[in-house]
């Protein structure tokens, strides 16, 4: 797959806006200025946004918990979306919905679930949605290793099997679901699983390349578009934070050798290097590019910070289409 | 009687620390007893409940399972409807839903539907609770759809000791049963009395604190926010609040609930969850059969707004119980506030 130089180059640009943006989260976690925690996609860059840009920007998408790199990957603004993890008026779903149910329709993103695995059906609907109303739209649904032990995965891709639905089913494999190996409760390989329903089933071993990402993505996408039905990508990939910000295992479930391996591998460094030696950009190009998404980064932050909180009587809208249908009790 | 018996000794401990010396006293009592849930074993549970267990009983008795809900409760009643006692965690309340086919059309039904001949002894365990900002669903507290089943039984206590001596019963229990603990319950401290062989007799609520004016009813944390009020009323407008810790959902204690309220002649119901189709409408449709001529002001209630759970925190604030509201709602029932109850 031949990518324009620009094309590269926005890769990294939102590989560092996912970066910057999950870190300046992380501090402001600490700082009290975030309650409780986030869940970042520190060290998951490249597996997010290969995938999320071998789609178009009208393809719809799925998300989890960890859920702030899917939208910023898929092109959203940054302001809304951190404005929405302090729970301001200006965020993108008002303040009601949070780190854990960030929603950016403008780029596809139909919504992140704090349920494990359970918005993997969802895309398929959209999926649906998009064969019916004769569109050429793709749904990507992410969900982790851990998620791939949940049922609800297997129905929908047997759906997508049958109905030849445009899905790719996106496992970011990060090897762990909270401390959980995925060795230790996942019987065979995840990207196999896929073989059972007939539908292609790839594992990306190194998900720490955006292209190698990009590529089984974009093959899986276009094969969606011409209407041959779903496909299954595992990527193998590693969170280079805890589960969850200001979590502290009380066990080393991660052994030291293994995280250091992973963490040498940084997607964000290995790119440079790559756009560096394919010659597509210049150091003082790339280090600009880096002072920009920094800038974009922290006025988002001033944006969130500065916003106004929701009237409270915001808490009592939008139950339903319309309003007089809500009840209200004391 | 001629000689009083000592009184029993006691431990303080927290909440968690109760459910947890529960769960290591029948560990050690009855060798068909086993855990299984997500996180539960070398991480101890996402609340530490399950500290230290796993060291001493070894991966067969503390079974770590994928996240896999459906499944593993499912694989709970199988162990259970062949004798097996499995206390299943689920990290918390919400994610049960997941598995809401295997509890409601199986556990609760297998002994009745299939004529009597097997039962399944289930222990489900997992905290309810919301107010930590954590968003529409993870902060839920819907006990009332299991204790709406029957078949089920609900227990949600709201001290340490009962905490203790109910899931003692609840794992010796033949029949399932939803232990309903509680996220901020589990800090609380309180005494438990040092005797392994003590249960707490599921079904029966307990006056928690005495009074004659009005009686707040609730369970789980709510029970401790209507002991806080109780208080607050007494300093702040001299009211002698009752308070009855239903502990028990299912069955429910309707006579405990009922002699309460015919002494005192006023009724709130406090509950974390959603008030309509609530546990506090079931407690109001009693009560009105039992205290029909006792009662001097309609029976009212307070629970979490109509809504989902909001995120931002004046929005939030806006839709939970917390004593503010408790403390206004029962004023009003005592005709010393406004009405909140015009809807
Ligand atoms: C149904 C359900 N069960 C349990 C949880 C608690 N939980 C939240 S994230 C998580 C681990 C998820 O692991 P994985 O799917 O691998 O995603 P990762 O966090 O590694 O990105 C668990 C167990 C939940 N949110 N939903
Ligand atoms: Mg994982």
Known sequence: MKLTNEEL??????????????????????????????????????????ACMAVRADDYMTGNH?????????????????????????????????????????????????????SIPIAAGAALSSKLLAQDRVALAFFGDGAANQGGLYEAMNLAGIWRLPVVFLCENNQYALSTPAATVTSGRIADRAHGFDIPGVRVDDGQDVLAVHDAVREAADRARRGEGPSLVEV????????????????????????????ARDPITLFRERLLADGVAAAEALDALEAEVADEVEAAARFALESPLPEPEVAFADLYTDPSAAEVAA | MSATAPAPSTTTMTYREAVRLALREELLRDEDVFLMGEEIGVFEGSYKVTAGLFREFGPIRVRETPISEEGFVGAGIGAAMMG?????????????LVAMDQVVNHAAKIRYMFGGEVGCPLVIRTPNGGGSQLTAQHSQSFEVFFAHTPGMKVVAPSTPADAHGLMKAAIRDDDPILVVENL??????????????????????????????????????????????AERLKRDHGVDAEVVDLRSLRPLDTETVAKSIQKTNRALCVDEGWATYGVSAEIASRIQR???????APIERVGLAEVPMPYAKQLERAAIVNDDKIMAAALSVLDLGPDVFSY
């Open chain 1, 66 to 118: 960890r859920s702030h790199g899917h939208p910023i990957g898929k092109g959203s603004a940054l302001g809304p979306l951190m404005a929405e993890l302090l729970g301001k008026a200006t965020g993108i779903c008002q303040g009601k919905g949070g780190s854990l149910h960030l929603a950016d329709f403008a780029v596809g993103s139909l919504g992140e679930s704090g349920i494990v695995g359970s």
């Open chain 2, 290 to 296: 039992a205290c029909f001529d006792d009662l001097d």
């Open chain 1, 236 to 263: 193998m990939t590693y969170r280079f934070h805890e589960h969850s910000e200001g979590l502290r295992l009380s066990t080393d479930y991660r052994d030291a050798a293994e995280r250091d391996a992973w963490l």
């Open chain 1, 9 to 50: 180059l926005e890769m990294q640009r939102r590989m560092l806006r996912i970066r910057l943006f999950d870190e300046r989260a992380s501090k402001m976690v600490k700082r009290g200025q975030i309650p409780g925690t986030v869940h970042t996609s520190v060290g998951q860059e490249a597996q997010v946004v290969g």
């Open chain 2, 84 to 96: 097996l006692r499995p206390v299943v965690e689920i990290m918390t309340l919400n994610f049960i």
């Open chain 2, 184 to 229: 901020q319950s589990y800090k609380v401290r309180g005494e438990v009395p040092d005797d392994p062989d003590r249960v707490v007799e599921i079904g029966r609520a307990a006056v928690t604190r005495e009074g004659s004016d009005i009686t707040l009813v609730a369970h789980s944390f709510a029970a401790t926010r209507a002991l806080r009020v």
